[in-house]
């Protein structure tokens, strides 16, 4: 009895130390996790700050201490773009790599960042010329990067809030939002941006009708009287509303006057 006694105290003892070490560790890991989500937020921000001071001004003079597109040239070729989304911390340059993976997790200096890029599908033309172009960027905490499209699930958001400024090296396009949608990353319809010609835009805009959260048709008809020619310019993020979901913003894109 009283060896079966010593052994069970043993056993209760070793029990109970693993139990401590298994509880510290996943401290430890917790803490670790916290410390690595902060360290990469943190990277994004500095980054995002960078590169707020060479945003691109449009010209309205003769001012050549305004920034240019030349200043984000000389740092990154792959620099096609700068999109601001009004009320939102979506303010960054545009990159388009040879394929979709070359910024997905690389800054807009090259060097690796699990944040990555905001960046136009490889498949697009860089000068916003076609029907349809699609950008991406990653879903991150605090509404960095393309976080703050969440914000445009919430209806008096979405409804008072659709304006943005895509500047581009030749002038500028003005955006107004007019869809939000959460679809799987597999759709076609939103993921095949090079399919769409001039002739065909519609079955997108009638696929956005049917499957947007939110819809406005007085957009579309607007930009349509208005007979300058409409492009549109979709945003894709991450969703964890169910598994594999994108949430997808689509705008039209017109372009702005020069002064």
Known sequence: MKVARS???MANSVL?????????????????????????????VNIQSEMLALKPIPETGDDNAL????ELLSINSDVCAWIEI????????????????????????????????????ARNMRDFSDSFSLLYGHHMDKGNMFGDLDLFLDKDFFEQNRGGTLLLPNGAR?????AIMQVAASEDKIFEPQEYTEESIGSLLDFA?????YFDSTVISKAADQNTGFHILGLSTC??????????VLAVMQPIPAI
């Open 7 to 9: 052994f069970l105290n």
């Open 16 to 44: 109970n130390a693993g139990l401590i070490l298994l509880m510290l560790s996943v401290m430890l890991y917790s803490a670790y996790a916290l410390w690595d989500n902060n360290r990469i937020y943190a990277e994004a």
């Open 67 to 70: 920034p240019s597109f030349q």
């Open 86 to 121: 009004n009320n939102t911390k979506i303010d960054f340059p545009v990159l388009q790599g040879e394929t979709n993976l070359s910024y997905i997790n690389r800054n807009f200096y090259g060097d690796f960042a699990l944040a990555g890029s905001i960046f136009l599908d």
């Open 174 to 178: 003005k955006l107004e939002i007019f």
């Open 209 to 213: 009708e049917k499957n947007s959260i």
């Open 239 to 248: 969703s964890a509303e169910f598994t594999d979901a994108r949430t997808v």
